[in-house]
């Protein structure tokens, strides 16, 4: 019996992490290439446990993963979890969803991984549920948001989602941590946005359309003073003719008008008609 050197150690971890992302990456391919929905199911699974796998190796907490090009690999700002978010798109023009979460221990060990079930289409009232890992709404992540109120920090996650052939959705959704460290999503944080405590947002608009939906920071008057706050902007959304009222596969931005959630005391408060830069 002997004991390692930590720097020989940690260059073994970096070795296995290269040859498993080398696995995953011929998996990928072979998603992309596979002609029945069946079959890149199939190959999703295996891909899917083999990623929980690798990233049960010390040191992936970290690890680039840049030959996965495919996928959301976002850590958030703060370090205290990791997203690994992907789509499976199917050759009706919907999408299925998945998603691992990881939290890391002491020292850049393992820690948890929480593995997320879409379950999308039998969720009643998306916009207003409290959802968990179990029953999670799918959608791809691309932007991590900590707000922090007194000791408590909910992350604001902003997605896409391709809904349908005919529509796209995008999102604003809520992440937190129980007092067992188990992922819950939704929380009745928006105010002011149409009617109900909302626990999600989620736009819908045409697939042949692109909405704007980014973090950004104003300079707003109050009272005397010029003060930056955070905000969400996002387009507008409109029918393309008033007839189409409601069908939301014909809603498009509306040009040069945008609209925002402003964070106000841990809540984001709709503010109607805002400038698209102003910092």
């Not at 932007?143 to 005919?166: E, H, K, M, N």
């Not at 104003?218 to 959304?237: E, H």
């Not at 393309?240 to 040069?256: H, I, K, N």
């Amino acid at each position: 019996m002997f004991l390692l050197p930590p720097f020989f150690i940690a260059a073994q971890g970096k070795k296995d992490l290269s040859l498993m992302e080398d696995s995953l990456v011929r998996m990928t391919r072979r998603i992309q290439v596979s002609e029945f929905d069946s079959a890149r199911v199939a190959i999703n699974d295996s891909f899917a446990r083999l990623l929980k796998t690798t990233i049960g190796i010390q040191g992936s907490f970290s690890y680039p993963f840049d030959s996965l090009r495919n996928m959301s690999k976002l850590i958030s700002p703060d370090k205290k979890f990791r997203i690994y978010n992907w789509n499976l798109p199917m050759n009706d023009g919907s999408n299925l969803y998945f998603c691992l979460i990881q939290v890391p221990g002491k020292k850049e060990t393992p820690g948890f991984v929480y593995e997320l079930e879409d379950h999308s289409d039998s969720i009643k009232d998306p916009e207003f549920a409290i959802l968990g890992p179990h029953n999670w709404y799918g959608a791809l992540y691309y932007r991590i948001i900590p707000v922090t109120q007194g000791s408590r920090t909910q992350y604001t996650l902003l997605a896409w989602d391709g809904f349908s052939s005919t529509v796209t959705q995008k999102l604003i959704e809520i992440l937190s941590f129980d007092n067992k460290g188990i992922p819950k999503f939704g929380a009745k944080v928006f105010r002011d946005y149409l009617k109900g405590p909302r626990t999600r947002i989620i736009f819908r608009f045409s697939s042949s359309a692109s909405m704007l939906l980014r973090p950004d920071e104003q300079l707003l008057q109050s009272g005397r003073s010029v003060k930056k706050t955070r905000m969400i902007i996002c387009d507008r959304l409109v029918p393309l003719d008033p007839r189409m009222e409601g069908q939301t596969d014909f809603y498009v931005p509306a040009s040069e008008i945008y609209d925002a959630f402003q964070l106000v005391n841990g809540n984001w408060k709709f503010i109607k008609g805002v400038e698209g830069r102003n910092h």
